[in-house]
């Protein structure tokens, strides 16, 4: 818990000297930029401040200042309009890099929302895998895995009906469902194995939401949020020439991507995510599959 806070809080300083930094740069350049412009204006013809600068191009230097002065809300502009934008759109097939650089850190949290997570899953599980030989920094690992209710009828996933009606297709679901339990299992079998080394502290869980998997959602210890809406109108076939189902494929999912290193809107964004998140898990039920992992 210290860490954590600990992190937050260094992470909190660093924001506000960036704000700082930002609201008087502005200010003190001008008043720079303005003191060497009247400085070298008045050593031109007030020759007693000249002889005691004792220097022979004080217009030249006054007037470049004064251009600079001139200008440099324009470059402050251009510089502004060149800058990376805070909100960046990335593909899920991308997830394996924002994963390992969450495990950079001692505290690692990383929480999901969406279908079954299969995208996150890889990246996650060999990334616990290198932690039984390299533990590197990471001493604590929080994994948090939100998917559908797959035991309730459903519009997504169904079979395609006639006219492309959905219709609940409870043994389509029910293989959605062991999918996820598959993965649950794995990462809990890894989880325990971390635990008994006896250097590392991780608990992965899953836990259900009611509904259809309509938002994907990935956090990374609380900093950085991802975000992007599955194509719930996509389909598939499990056999060729087969029935068709509604079916999102999490790969081809993008993200939009928030940090709090950007704006002081994208830090909002991700508090409200981090919140968002946090509410939805509390009011999770729990899968009948599950077995609770010992930390």
């Not at 303005?34 to 007037?63: H, M, N, R, S």
């Not at 608990?203 to 959602?217: A, F, N, S, V, W």
Request: glycine share 8%; charged share 25%; net charge neutral.
């Amino acid at each position: 818990m210290s860490e954590r806070a600990n992190g937050s809080a260094e992470a909190g300083l660093g924001r506000r000297l960036r704000r700082f930094q930002e609201r008087f740069e502005p200010l003190v350049t001008r008043v720079l930029l303005l003191g060497i412009f009247a400085t070298g204006l008045t050593a031109q013809f007030i020759k007693p401040v000249g002889d005691a600068l004792e220097g022979k191009a004080y217009l030249g230097g006054a007037l470049l200042s004064l251009v600079g002065y001139v200008l440099y809300d324009q470059v402050k502009e251009l510089s502004s309009s060149v800058r990376a934008p805070a909100r960046a759109l990335v593909n899920s097939s991308q997830l394996g890099s924002f994963v390992s650089q969450a495990f950079q850190t001692r505290s690692v949290e990383i929480s999901f929302l969406g279908y079954t997570g299969e995208t996150l899953y890889n990246a996650l599980y060999h990334r616990l895998e290198d932690l039984l030989d390299h533990a590197g920094p990471t001493r604590r690992v929080s994994i948090r895995m939100l998917v559908p209710d797959f035991g309730q009828p459903m519009t997504v996933p169904s079979k395609v009906g006639d006219e492309g009606r959905p219709e609940d297709d409870e043994e389509f679901r029910k293989r959605m469902e062991q999918r996820c339990r598959e993965y649950d299992n794995i990462l809990s079998e890894l989880a325990e194995r971390l635990n008994a080394m006896g250097r590392l502290t991780v608990q992965c869980e899953y836990r259900l939401y009611p509904g259809i998997p309509r938002d994907k959602i990935c956090i990374f210890n609380r900093e950085l949020v991802l975000h992007g809406l599955y194509d719930v109108s996509a389909r598939m076939r499990l056999h060729h020439m087969g029935d068709e189902y509604y079916d999102p494929k999490g790969y081809r999912t993008d993200l939009n991507v928030w940090s709090r290193e950007g704006t002081a809107a994208a830090e909002a964004a991700v508090s409200t995510w981090n919140k968002h998140f946090n509410d939805l898990w509390a009011l999770a039920k729990r899968p009948g599959w599950r077995q609770q992992t010992t930390p």
